[in-house]
């Protein structure tokens, strides 16, 4: 609500959730002198009764509090006349800034600062105020901007448009942004984005968007580092206002996020059950043998880099037991050359290092024969003793070392032998439960393409290209791809649901990508609880990101995409680690935001990493969040994208673009709120928490008494704990729900029987779990973030770590480290047939 005239005392209304009030200025009021009392009336709102605004001009009130008027709270050590802005006698000089921290000067409470002619209609029709120290609320909002960081994308959005209109090209261009991705080796008829080439960029604009990529670069230092440190400058004119907002932000964030996965997790749990049901899979089989459903052609994707073939095999089964595997779906298996030569660089250096050993055990030997012989006495060999018996155990440890290297390097010589081998045997065994099995081999020697999922994606899909480039443009529209992970379970009924979906989006097809719920369950009856309770996050976080039918979703993990919307692209990049959020980016940017993530509610499974035992599991679950929070750097290539595409558009037939620009570009703000709220904010918020928690501290020491601060924080303290103390029993209802979607899927965990003997215990377990270890789990993800952030400043490419996936050999089962209830597992039966 806001005052009339200026309009400067609005502020009151702002927070009643502090426990304060509701008021208004009267109709025809205008408040005295220059008209900046407003923090003041927000301030009061941090305590005091709510009240609403009368409906005529105030009545004459007497303010000294003989009648009820407003005045100092009972026992205020610090009480004073109340004496409102304009009165005889009043202090209307709006406070200096800093002078808060200075003790020698006089800072107003909000019952000085506060103008008089408010009335209220509670039973004295008088306002209450809370008698704490002023505060600017305007200075309050314009913070909760710069802390979240809305400013920031503000002036990166002007920023990018003063760019995209410097960038200009030597020559005249006849609107061609194939030469854009042709530097990837992919050259297709269907690939025109709407970019400005980088390549054809007269010099000046190509110094101008080298700084500016550099600048992109910067953004999420800038975000995780920058903004709290501004936080901490800001801290000295503005300590209250900056201590209410880092407050309020992170607890309100955790609240959010909380009741978010609460609501949208519960409807997708629901609308998961109904889609795993019998019936509903003999409808699917049903819809398969229509015309539509016949007409659609797949291609499985299914790059793998020192992977195993029994992973590899698992997740090919489960796309063999589809209904259509036989008549409509392809594979390709995506090999790395550099698998290989690493089997034999390794077999290369065992050998090197067991013929060294052999040589330092031939001269050990040498010694003691040599010492041997230069004893002709009794007396001689006695002294010689000592020697020889060192030397003979250097010797028996050379025998020892060779004996360790030969056994290690006869398993190295089996896995390059499964390494050669591997390709050919996955292609024996399922050439004939598919309809067409392809292998690609990616070498090692590419400029640009370190090794990863990202490289080895773009690498085959180039090649299938390669392979249908004699197919007809029709049977081309009509096929649909699904990139997957080495170790992705499909449901049975996913590629017929995928292609009726895929059918009846017509024409909008060219535009979709497709999305399955991923669990990382697999081996969930094996996870330590610090990763089942990332497990949990996770896997709630993707599925209420799917049910909300107004969320901003990127593709995850394993997803399917119209072949012609890949090819509009230009395929995948390879040089971005994060090869999932980045495609879903560079669709949304490429088609000018018209690409859309549509769900299919029947779950993916995979592995979460495991290592030997419960701390190595911890470990390489760490390595694998440090290599996710890369993605990290697609806020980077969004920024560095807008100013080529804006570019673009003003020059290309004549500006007519330019309108679906800016509708793209308005669109995209809420994904970058998405990215933010993936990367930043879970970046700052332990780092919010320790500055509120330093200023809390700071103030408390250097504020005067007269300041009021203690009850300020007794009354900023209210809202932070009930967002917080919400949020948490949200936590616990995420975890129930969580138990429900494990029910839903037991029967493809690995061991095959529930987790815990009964639901009730599982759910106090995971209750315990995550008030025990969600906090670890959180810092963790922070540091991850920023470690990211610092990697993306200095770093272009990153190196592409494999998550350790278990061992699927027949084995002594692994225990469940020890989890109250759990029910001991029987050893798992390798699959017939396993192959090499």
Known sequence: PAASGDGHSQAAAWFPAFGGNQTQSAPGFRPAG????????????????????????????????????????PGDPFARPVRHRGEPGANDTRPVRSEIWNKSEDWPKNVDWHPAGVISNMPNGTVSWANVAFMNLDVLLLFTGVAYPAISVLVLGMLTALVGMSLTTDRPWDGDGRAQVARSGFVDAQCNPPVLPKDQLCKRSQVIYKAWTILCRMIPAWMVFGLPMMMLGLARPYPQEVFATLTLLTSAFLFANAVYMAIFASTATWRMWISSRPENCERLRQLAKTKDG??????????????????????????AQSSIAKEQIGVVLGMEVRAVEEAEKEVKELNDRIQTAHAEAAEHQKKIQAQRASATTTSEVKQLEDGIHRACAKYAEQQKKIQALQQTLQEAERKL???????????????????????????????????????????????????????????????????????SEFDKGYFELLGHEFAQAGEQRELRIWQSPVFHLKNYNRQPSPVSVGTMFTCMNELSALSDPNAVRFPYSTYSL?????????????????????????????TLGQTTVEPILLPTMNYTPEGDGWSRTIVERWKQAKRHALGFSDMAYYFMMLPLIFSYAVTHEHGKRLQAFWSMATYGVTLLVRLINVHVIIGILSTYSLCGALLKFLMQTFLSPDRAIDFLFARTDFLPKLLMGSGFLGSLLVSVLFVFVHELVRDRIDGGKPYFRNVAVHVLWNIAAISLWGPFYFLGLGYCILEAAVRVLFFTSFEYEVAPKPNMTPSAPKAAEGRPGAVPMEPERAPENMGA
Request: negative net charge.
């Open 34 to 73: 220059d008209g900046h009392s407003q923090a003041a009336a927000g301030t009061a709102a941090f305590g005091g009764n709510p009240s609403q605004p009368a409906v005529k001009p105030a009545p004459s009130l007497d303010t000294t509090g003989s009648s009820g008027a407003p005045s100092a709270l």
């Open 294 to 319: 016949q007409s659609v052609r797949h291609w499985v994707i299914l790059p793998q880099y020192n992977e195993s073939v029994e992973v590899v095999s698992m997740a090919l089964d489960s796309v």
């Open 417 to 487: 032998a499964a390494t050669r081998g591997k390709a050919e045997s996955l292609r024996q065994r399922f050439q004939d439960r598919f309809r067409e099995v392809i292998v690609t081999h990616h070498p090692s020697d590419l400029e640009n393409d370190p090794p990863g999922k990202a490289s080895n994606l773009s690498w085959a899909f180039k090649r299938l290209m390669d392979h249908i480039q004699e197919a007809p443009e029709e049977e081309k529209r009509r096929v649909v791809l699904t990139v997957a992970d080495a170790d």
């Open 562 to 590: 119209s072949l012609a919307l890949a090819r509009k692209v230009g395929g995948w990049d390879q040089d971005w680690i994060a090869e999932d959020y980045h495609m879903g980016i560079k669709c949304f940017l490429l």
